[in-house]
């Protein structure tokens, strides 16, 4: 069947928002995160015949610190092009097909085209969603794959056997591939069990549940067979912080009080605070969200759930994903603010405007007009982003903080003048790699200097760092260590404002000092 020509033009248009938003905020610079680093070396490792390992380790081993979705991705280009550009293209690429697949599911459940257009712009520009499309972070694939989830979803044929129907096949490759990609994209899975069981689907319920252990069953067994132990999320569930293990672990009193803290933060505080572009709100614990914030909560979970509610039996699986991914994120983490929900804004964004778009339409009926209520005036909402995008620009425009350039700077002094083998120690090892190319670790987080210490001698550290980058635990931890220890380490390069050294670590004074200490 013929698309519509207007179809065909609004697809254009989509296209052409995301090209002027997408390069309008482009940051060609690497992020500072460290995150990005790991996903493009293992992703390197994969390209390189390696599999799935850390290669910057002192000892290269496999690893499961994130799921291999993402890297999985990255890999073809990879294989070709060792571009950190290139990987932050394809991460936009992502973002625009899922936001053509949004505009597909909206045609799909008999939407207005021009309400959809609006829709599938609004996924595309929120400040938030865009900043994590120009950095090689998971987000985005994880959006694109549950996005063509949803919609394969809706393109199984009800007098066909699920079983012999492709589109299952291809709603539960991307539902496994979300979760690979990202671990909480197991709420994709129970959405979709959710859909069917609320549509009386017991079979492709359970057809559903049967595929995804034996898809998850490779990585298991994989992990298990390599000794790689569970998930770093499952360990965190526990902690109190997992910058600090000496403030040691929650009881279940504190993990359930823990989750309804994060929960309320979510949605009183994170969820305005990313589908309304200009609402900003302050994430410190201690400042409660107050009475009207939480109003303004309220009302945006009221019209974005009418919003799912327009997209007929499907509306289950939207509104499942919404609750599992908010529980999920409560459950695993400590308060990160709306980062965690960054890959199911684009979702809420159209929600929230199918919402407007509904309330409006039934109270105008309601009234008894003869107005005709336009989805282009809900157009002009998307104006509200210009702000933060601009502010975005900016920001990806300046360069790095001098302590980032000092770090990176003695990363070159590293490439040019040891050998790839060289072990060095530092805060940041995932963003040094990148510029040294050096094995790179950590050091132990704890207040024992000589723990600290002895982690060094186990990873075969040669130098370490010092740096000003302003994370805790280097004053908190390594440097402390150094102090009491500074007979064990040597100036080897300084680049000052703000001073930044490369120290030599002496292994074999160390090793000694130990053994003394230690009878």
């Known amino acids: ?54 290669i910057s380790a002192p000892t290269p081993h496999p690893t499961n610190a994130f799921p291999p979705g993402y890297p999985l991705l990255m890999m073809p280009l990879r294989f070709f092009t060792d571009s950190v550009v290139a990987q932050k293209v394809l991460n936009g690429l992502f973002l625009l097909g899922g936001a053509l697949l949004l505009f597909f599911l909206m045609i799909k459940r008999k939407l207005p085209d021009s309400l959809a257009l609006v829709g599938a712009c609004a996924a595309i520009l929120s400040d938030r969603v865009l900043h994590f499309s120009t950095m090689m972070m998971s987000e985005m694939s994880c959006f694109f794959v549950s996005a063509a989830a949803i919609y394969l979803l809706t393109l199984m044929k009800e007098e066909k056997p699920f079983y012999k ?54 990585w298991v067994l994989r992990n298990k067979a390599l000794g790689l132990g569970q998930s770093r999320y499952f360990e965190s569930i526990a902690q109190v912080n997992p910058w600090r293990p000496e403030d040691g672990s929650l009881d279940l009193g504190g993990i359930v009080g823990r989750f309804f803290d994060t929960l309320a933060m979510l949605v009183s505080k994170a969820l305005p605070n990313s589908v309304i572009p200009y609402f900003k709100v302050d994430y410190t614990p201690e400042v409660s969200a107050g009475f009207l914030l939480w109003v303004a909560a309220i009302v945006l979970v009221a019209l974005i759930v009418r919003g799912f509610w327009s997209f007929g039996k499907y509306r289950w699986v939207l509104i499942g994903y919404t609750v599992f991914t908010f ?84 990363g070159a002094v590293l490439k040019e003048h040891v050998s790839p083998e060289t072990v060095v120690a530092s ?39 010092l740096d000003q980058l302003g994370y805790s635990s280097t004053y908190r931890y390594l440097y402390p260590a150094i102090q009491k220890n500074d007979d064990l380490f040597f100036v080897a390069s300084h680049i000052p404002n703000p001073d930044t050294y490369l120290l030599k670590f002496d292994r074999e004074a160390a090793r000694k000092k130990l053994s003394q200490t230690n009878p």
């Open 427 to 465: 805060r940041k090892g995932e963003l040094l790699y990148m510029f040294s190319g050096t094995r790179v670790t950590g050091y132990a987080f704890s207040q024992d200097d000589r723990a600290v210490i002895q982690k060094m001698l186990d990873d075969g550290v040669e130098y370490v760092i």
């Open 1 to 54: 069947m013929k698309m519509p020509k207007n179809r065909a033009i609004y697809i254009g248009v989509v296209a052409l928002v995301w090209a002027f938003a997408y390069f309008y905020i482009f940051n060609a610079k690497i992020d500072v995160n460290g995150d990005n680093c790991r996903y493009y070396t293992y992703a390197t490792a994969l390209a390189t015949g390696q599999g799935y390992t850390d």
């Open 165 to 218: 129907d492709w589109a299952f096949y291809g709603m539960l490759v991307m539902v496994l591939l979300c979760y690979h990609i990202r671990t909480q994209g197991v709420a994709l899975f129970a959405a979709v069990v959710l859909f069917f069981l609320c549509s009386k689907k017991w079979k492709e319920a359970a057809g559903t549940v049967a595929g995804f252990v034996v898809g998850c069953l490779p």
């Open 327 to 410: 529980g999920l994120i409560s459950i695993f983490s400590t308060p990160s603010e709306n980062r965690y929900l960054t890959s199911i804004i684009p979702f809420l964004n159209m929600g929230l405007l199918v919402g407007l778009y509904e309330v409006v339409v039934w109270a105008l009926r309601r009234m008894g007009s003869k107005l005709a209520f336009s989805p282009w005036i809900l157009a002009l909402l998307l104006l509200t982003s210009v702000g933060n995008i601009k502010e975005l620009h900016a920001m990806n425009r300046m360069p790095f903080p001098p302590a980032y350039q000092n770090f990176f700077r003695m």
